[in-house]
Structures are given as C-alpha cells and as structure tokens.
C-alpha cells in the first residue's frame, strides 16, 4: 500500500501541472484575441456596477429613514436613476467616434471652467461645508467631476499636437499647468479636498505619460502637499480628521469615532462576513456607510472574500487600462486610456486607504460602488470611452471591419472604428534661390557651398532627359539624332 501511494503522488501531481498548463495555455489564447481587451472592460464594469448597486442598497435603507421627508428606499432609488443615465452616457461615449470627442476637449475644458466659477456665485449650493454642488429639486450635481474628464481629454490633445516639441519646458508646462492651476485655485476656493486631489491625480498622470523630467514631480508634489496642507487646517472638521489620523487613540468618541468603526467593521467581517444585509455597522454606528465608507459595509458583510473581489476588479482594471494604453498606436488614444485608468485606480486606493486606516480621510468615494451621482454617471462615462478606446485597437479594428459588429456591437448598434491615420507631414519651405550674376559671394552662401560667381550666370548643360549636370553635350544629342539607327528605335 505504501508503495502504491508513493507511485500515485508523482502522477496526481503531474496532472496537476499538465491541467494548469492547459489553463495558461487558454488563457493565453483567449487574452491573444483581438476583442480581448474590450470584453474585459465591460466585464469589470458590469461586476462593478452590479456590486454598487447591491451595496447601496444594503447600505441605505438606516440613511434613508433618518433623512426627513424620504422613504426607506429613497436614496437607491436615486442611484438607480443615476446608473440609468450613466448607462445612456456610456453608450454615447462607446458609439461616438473618438476623433469627434478629442475635436470636442477644448469646448468641454471652457464648459468645465465656466462651471468652476458658476459655483461659486449664489447659483451654487452648500453643502457638507463646501459650496461644490448645482441642485436642481431633490438632485445635485458637483462640476469638478466633469472637470477631471475635461481635463483628461483635453491635455491629452494638446500634450499629444506639442509633442515635438516637449523637451522644452515651455512648451511642456503651457498651457497644460496653468490651466490645471486655475482649476485647482477654483475648487480650493470651494474648499474641496477630494476634488483637488484627484484633479492633481490627473495632472500628474498626463505629465508623466507625456515623459516629463523627474524634478517636475518633485516641484508638483512639494506644491500638492502645501495645497493640501492649507486645506486641511482651513475647516475645523477637515482639521479633526488629520488629527485623528495622527492620533487615533485619543478621541476614540469624537474625533476619530468614524475611522475607528470603519475599522472595526472590517474586523468582525472576517473571512466570509455577516451576511448580505446583516451588518450592523450601518444601524447608525458608521456615519456615510453608504457613500464614502461603503467599503467598510462590504467587509463587514462579504467579508475578506468580498474585498478582496473589489482589490481584484481594480487590479484588473489596470491591467486591462494599461493592456489598451500600450496596444494602440494612435498616440492621444494611448495617454487617454493611459491617465483615465490611473485616475480611476488611484481615486479607489484614497479610498480604501483612508477606510483601514492607511491615509487621512478625504471624502474621495469609491468609484462606481459609493453613493453619487455626479461621481457615478462621469465613472460610467469613463468606462465608456475606455471601452471605445479599446475597440480602437489594430487588430480590433481589423477584425471589426472584417468580420463584423459581432453579437454585441449589434445589440448596442455600435459602428465599426476606423483605423488610425497619422497626420501628414507638413513639407519644409523650399530656400529662396540667391539672386544671380552678383559679382561676389556672401558669407552665407560660400557657407553652405554656393558655386564661385563665374559659374553662377553660365546656364547649365543638359542631357539628353533634360537634366542638367553631366551627360552627353548637345552638339553630340544632336548627332545621335541623325543616326537612323538610333532614331529607328526612337528615344532610348
């Protein structure tokens, strides 16, 4: 018996080994073809978006009946809208060429500024501390949000039409930065925290897939931490919330109350957590359960399992963001695709960060999953020119346009991609002939080699093709011509 058991332990291992060989191999194959990367968009975004609104739920009911006037469901009701539009709005964004939306970036960057200012006269509203918010009867709309795509799109432009010429600071920092600036001066003046850091999120990313020189980020960063240093000790609750983070154990019931049960939440999860809709962390022990710290419900109810579903979503987003960055050729589709995934990741690791305790809390939801609607409709709207950009890639493009829509891009009605055409280059002006017969040479021409001015009034000897330089003389042109054995033949 000993000895058979011994024989069989070498067999179940090897096909162990041959059975993950064949997986790799397929999943090699299935990643190798060309609509891979564009599938794996819309299935991050479908896992998100379901999860969000199955969180939401759980999460909101407690919220909803402690805010007057509304009903249990009321604040899923509004995020349900929310994803409704949403859904409209990636579509849009998956269907629209995205030669016209880099041709609409410079209108949506003057939109989005005029927006930042809007907000800040008696046409915006307060609340939560910051006059961030349009509100039009029961919803609301932050502009900040559509400002972070705006300037996605459009620095990517203009980094993209420069960048011959981006080895000169100059030409790297204008106009790109002091624009960037004048957005991050109008929602300091909001204040708003959370929108500062993610706009300079995007900044950061556009730079830095444009090949800016390291000591700019360092100056970038320097400035970024005192912006966001002012900020914190502008506002009494922000103060707390960076002393809390300092010293969480000194004010567990008042200062650092929300990050401690954020915490503890995430402990008594433990590995398959409470239960769907069993935890009682949103029983009014965690303020905003449903919005900034809905990672915490997910813990406290799926568990280790259900964070670390959202860590992989996220994890797989960028990959797959940078899968479709490196795979296209067009250069403003590449730095796109490229900044949008960083932008997405990063606002999600603030997030998860300041929940388990690894940064200050900011306000920074987590996207697609928290409560909002600005934040989810324009998240939406990212995941849909993502998913454009990754129809855009070169085999993508040959195979729609070979072998049709397939399956989905009928159900959507979505058009075939055109393949990427690199702008033509201009043709250098041709120098100016010097004027003839000058009786002497300037400096300039003997420089670069002008003929001696005897030579230059002397007209050129042609050959036989109408060439001037050497060849037979005309005197012998003429007599090949009265040769009958060349003329027979005609012109050789």
Not at 217 to 227: D, E, I, R, S, T
Not at 329 to 347: F, G, K, Y
Not at 412 to 425: E, G, H, I, S
Request: with cysteine; hydrophobic share 50%.
């Amino acid at each position: 018996m000993a000895a058979t058991d011994t024989a069989a332990r070498p067999r179940r291992a090897v096909r162990a080994l041959g059975r993950l060989h064949a997986v790799r191999i397929a999943l090699t194959a299935w990643l190798g073809r060309p609509l891979a990367s564009f599938h794996l968009v819309l299935a991050v975004f479908g896992l998100l978006t379901v999860l969000g609104l199955v969180m939401v739920l759980s999460a909101s009911p407690v919220a909803s009946l402690n805010t007057p006037g509304s009903g249990l469901y009321t604040i899923f009701k509004k995020q349900l809208l929310y994803v409704l539009v949403g859904s409209v709005l990636f579509w849009l964004a998956l269907r629209v060429p995205l030669p016209r939306i880099r041709q609409f970036s410079p209108t949506a960057m003057v939109i989005g500024v005029l927006l930042l200012v809007a907000v800040l006269t008696p046409l915006g509203a307060r609340l939560n501390g910051t006059q961030s918010w349009f509100k039009f009867g029961p919803f609301s709309f932050q502009p900040v949000e559509v400002c972070k795509l705006a300037l996605a799109l459009w620095g990517a432009h203009v980094l993209v039409v420069k960048r011959t010429v981006l080895h000169k600071y100059r030409h790297l920092l204008v106009p790109v930065v002091p624009v960037a600036l004048l957005m991050f001066a109008l929602v300091m003046l909001q204040p708003d925290l959370g929108g500062t850091v993610t706009l300079g999120v995007v900044l950061i990313a556009l730079l830095w897939f444009a090949g800016a020189p390291l000591r700019l980020f360092g100056a970038l960063a320097a400035g970024g931490l005192a912006g966001v240093a002012l900020l914190a000790v502008g506002t009494a609750y922000r103060l707390d919330r960076v002393v809390s983070f300092l010293s969480p154990d000194e004010d567990l019931s008042g200062k650092s109350y929300q990050a401690v049960q954020a915490q503890l939440a995430l402990a008594d999860g433990g590995l398959f957590g409470r239960g769907l809709g069993q935890g009682p962390s949103k029983f009014n022990f965690l303020p905003n359960v449903h919005n900034d710290f809905i990672f915490a419900l997910i813990g406290d109810e799926l568990g280790f399992l259900g964070c670390g579903l959202v860590l992989g979503l996220f994890a797989m987003l960028a990959v797959v963001g940078m899968r479709i960055a490196t795979r296209n050729i067009d250069p403003w589709i590449r730095m796109v695709a490229a900044t949008l995934t960083v932008w997405l990741v990063a606002q999600a690791a603030i997030n998860i960060g300041y929940v388990v305790g690894l940064l200050p809390v900011t306000g920074i939801t987590l996207p697609l999953i928290s409560s909002g609607g600005t934040s989810v409709v324009v998240t939406m709207l990212v995941f849909g020119i993502l998913a454009n950009c990754a129809r855009h890639e070169p085999e993508a493009v040959s195979a729609l346009r070979s072998q049709g829509p397939g399956r989905f891009g009928k159900f959507m009605r979505l058009p075939a991609p055109d393949p990427y055409q690199p702008p033509k280059k201009r043709k250098p002006a041709r120098p100016s002939a010097p004027p003839r017969g000058a009786d002497r040479p300037t400096g300039l021409s003997q420089r670069r080699g002008a003929p001696p001015a005897e030579h230059r009034g002397r007209a050129p000897e042609r050959n036989g093709y109408g060439r001037a330089g050497g060849g037979a003389p005309l005197a012998r042109q003429k007599a090949s011509r009265g040769n009958p054995r060349t003329a027979k033949g005609g012109r050789r």
